[in-house]
């Protein structure tokens, strides 16, 4: 266990700058779409700084894809929970982040699974 | 009684009078003034051959059993059942789990109790529909493509918002596969396209052309005369209840009480829904690439059709409701849950793959240690996979316990009509002349319509709903009642406790407030007779009771023969040129007067005259002559339908000819 708590401050000291750019983009788009004008692409594509904050995730860490069906899923599995516990608002949060977690690992399958096309 | 939500209950008068050819123009059914029904031909065309078993004795409620909830039921496991089939060709138990998820979902089922029949059918085939065009796509031979055209017709038949949904749903899947397929040459892409997309959509167009045709033609748009109401942004807001928890966990958000706009909480046990279906793409394996393909393409499928089916609801519901402004086709889902079909047929095959592979996993674990004692199993029956799919299967049926426990309402909750409805449609029935009844606030489900006497609801006459606006415009519309034909002003017995709401609960003193109100109103004297429903007869105007056609000329004498919905024929004697013919239909500019005397030696009519408007709500026609001549009354649109129906019947005779041909031939 302590191995573990060990190996991830680690990475987290070896990151800290992807995790920094990826906190204040957060930050930052947070406060812009709340500006005039600004946040009516709020009203139009609300969740939008959450989507910023998975690309970026996707671009800087290239999690592994299975890694990221697996949390997906496991998220569902950890709703379950908030859901008996009554975290209404924590609850949407990880369904949506779930759901795009699935999404990107069936759109990422695609590829994946796509066979070398004849030549003829 | 089978009935509840938008299904009505039809005595056998109005029964009879359904059995008929498709008409272009409803006189009775969904507004007693009368409606084009253009473009809702396509079901009540199956709802006038459904009605044609009441001649051999059927009731209502025998004939809604037989021909529209059963095949529903039936029809959803077996369309499921035979979709996987395309998956798990040798594992009968895997496709029949595929047939109780389709099936015993709280969507279907709340759709089912809410009486949508016409949409629970084309939700029970459109898996059938899909397998047709996947082995369409994978062996385009003519056979299919007329077998796919069929299949796609029947479906558009029962719903076009579900026929749409699975449309696109083939769509995609065309194009998914040929990412993977080999790239056609012009040889060969012709060819294909031709019997994948040309020959089906165009059996599917003159199957459907005799509504199809007439909608073209005289531009009618069905979903916009639905008005703001339906087709407004701001209804696709309020109209989606669905949060996206429930559209991924496929629960249905009215479920399971099912009152309108009434949401639940998430309930947590549904969670586990969507992390079995997902978890079937662990199992892809990289050496089975078909399986892994179809996998992936319901995956994506699910997660589309979650996403859409919480309508304008968070994530990105911005995206749907600009989908539901500029995408054609869009506007039909004011309600997105129809989406749900497409999570429903994502599941039903993705759960039962994982469900397979979990199975094949434990089966293959007959032995297993826990704290160092080592365990052998040797049973058949009494196995680790079958305690699993055993408890899965339970686990589905604990998700719809409301239907085992008796708490879902609607058509699934048989009821009695009440004695007093059967006394007035014994009072109504036996009036040999037109006239209609009003109904305050509302039209109960039993209340007496035929189209001898159709029934028209007060919150639609007075486009309020509004009980007190209501009974304040009535005291004022003495003339108007007199104008509409209306002999009677009815407040309903709300035995099923759908009028007479407070906070979506009957409240009895509204019902009783209403009745008082509406005694008071002086032109109204009450009949007594019927119990706890309240009759008035409307004083009859001075100048003599008004009938279907009437006129505000003295000296006109106007007898009529109804020939159908959209034909009449007037006998008018003693006319004078310029008198006004009041036709108490709802106005639509497409009804016109045929002077018949005037035809000439072709048989072509000479003398038209339009209908122009009387007053706010109906057909009024000016007399172009003098004297005593007939007119025939006709409902134009009428002419296309009948067109197209000849069309429509050669092309069934001939795919149907072609498929039993072909058959024999195989």
New interface residues.
């Given amino acids: 266990m302590k191995n573990k708590f060990k190996s991830f401050h680690q990475w987290i000291v070896k990151n800290k700058g992807k995790l920094f750019t990826i906190i204040i983009v957060h930050f930052l788009l947070t406060i812009l779409l709340y500006l005039p004008y600004i946040n009516l692409i709020y009203l139009v594509v609300t969740f939008f700084q959450y989507l910023v904050d998975w690309i970026l995730i996707l671009v800087l860490f290239h999690p592994a894809k299975r890694k990221i069906l697996v949390v997906g899923i496991a998220l569902y599995g950890i709703n379950y929970f908030l859901y008996l516990l009554k975290i209404n608002s924590l609850v949407d949060w990880v369904g949506n982040v779930s759901y795009f977690m699935i999404a990107t690992y069936v759109l990422f399958s695609i590829r994946e699974i796509r066979k070398p096309k004849s030549k003829n | 009684m089978i009935v509840g939500g938008d299904w009505p209950y039809l005595w056998n008068a109005a029964l009879t009078n359904l059995i008929h050819f498709p008409y272009a123009w409803d006189s009775f059914l969904n507004n007693g003034l009368g409606v084009s029904s253009i473009g809702t031909l396509w079901i009540s065309a199956y709802l006038s051959a459904t009605s044609l078993f009441s001649t051999l004795g059927f009731s209502w409620s025998a004939i809604t059993i037989i021909f529209w909830l059963l095949p529903s039921i039936i029809g959803s496991f077996f369309s499921a059942y035979i979709l996987s089939k395309v998956f798990f060709k040798q594992h009968i138990l895997v496709r029949v789990l595929s047939g109780i998820i389709y099936t015993a979902n709280t969507y279907f089922l709340l759709v089912i109790g809410g009486g949508q029949l016409g949409v629970a059918l084309a939700y029970a085939i459109a898996p059938f529909v899909l397998y047709r065009f996947i082995v369409l796509i994978n062996n385009p031979k003519l056979y299919f493509s007329i077998a796919a055209g069929i299949c796609g017709a029947i479906v558009l038949l029962f719903d076009p918002r579900i026929a749409y949904i699975i449309f696109l749903s083939i769509l995609f899947y065309a194009a998914f596969v040929s ?2 397929e ?2 056609k040459n012009r040889e060969t892409l012709f060819p294909f396209i031709l019997k994948v997309v040309v020959l089906p959509l165009l059996i599917i167009f003159f199957l459907h052309v005799f509504w199809i045709l007439p909608l073209l033609i005289f531009h009618q748009n069905p979903v916009q005369s639905f008005g703001a109401v339906y087709t407004s942004l701001d209804a696709i807001r309020f109209f989606s209840f669905a ?3 429930n559209s ?1 966990s496929l629960l249905h958000p009215n479920w399971p009480e099912n009152i309108f706009g009434k949401t639940y909480f ?1 309930k ?1 046990e549904f ?2 829904l ?2 079995f279906a ?2 079937s ?2 199992f ?1 394996s ?1 050496k089975n ?1 078909k399986e ?2 179809h996998i ?1 393409f319901f ?2 499928l699910a ?1 589309i059709g ?2 859409l089916a919480k309508g304008a609801n ?6 749907f ?2 989908m539901f402004g500029h995408v054609p086709g869009f506007i039909m889902f004011r309600d997105p849950t129809k989406w749900y079909t497409l999570v429903a047929i994502s599941y039903s095959i993705l759960i039962p793959f994982t469900i397979w592979k979990i199975y094949g996993f434990l089966k293959s674990r007959t032995q297993f240690s826990i704290l160092n004692f080592q365990f052998l199993i040797k049973s058949k029956i009494f196995n680790l996979q079958n305690f699993f799919l055993t408890g899965f299967i339970l686990y589905l049926f604990f998700l719809i316990r409301p239907v085992f426990l008796g708490q879902l309402d609607g058509i699934l909750k048989p009821v009695k009509v009440s004695d007093d409805y059967t006394k007035l449609e014994q009072f109504l029935s036996s009036q040999q002349t037109f006239s209609r009844t009003f109904w305050v606030p509302a039209a109960q489900r039993f209340g007496f319509y035929s189209s001898l006497h159709p029934s028209v609801s007060a919150r639609d006459f007075f486009k309020s709903v509004d009980n007190t606006q209501i009974i304040n415009t009535l005291k004022t519309s003495e003339s108007l009642l007199q104008e509409s034909v209306i002999k009677y002003v009815i407040v309903p017995y709300d035995s099923q406790g759908e009028i007479f709401l407070k906070d979506r609960k009957y409240n009895t003193e509204i019902y009783q407030s209403t009745i008082s109100d509406v005694k008071k109103i002086p032109y109204l004297k009450q009949v007594d007779g019927f119990g706890k429903i309240a009759v008035f007869e409307v004083d009859p105007p001075a100048a003599g009771i008004k009938d279907h056609f009437w006129s505000p000329a003295q000296n006109l004498n106007i007898k009529y023969k109804v020939i159908n919905p959209t034909k009449y024929e007037v006998e008018i004697k003693n006319a004078q040129k310029g008198d006004l013919l009041i036709f108490s239909e709802s106005y639509d500019r497409n009804w016109q007067a045929i002077m018949s005397s005037l035809r000439s030696s072709s048989g072509q009519a000479r003398l038209k005259v339009k209908s122009l408007k009387f007053g706010e709500r109906f057909n009024r026609f000016i007399l172009p002559e003098d004297g005593s001549y007939s007119l025939e009354i006709y409902y134009r649109p009428q002419d296309w339908v009948n067109i197209g129906l000849v069309i429509s019947s050669l092309t069934l005779i001939s795919v149907i000819t072609f498929l039993v041909w072909s058959y024999k031939k195989r």
Avoid: N
């Fill in positions: 990412l993977f080999q790239k949060t996206f928890e991924i998430m947590p969670i586990l969507p992390v997902f978890a793409l662990f892809v990289k690439l892994g393909r992936l995956s994506i997660v979650a996403f968070d994530p990105f519901g911005g995206i409701v600009w």
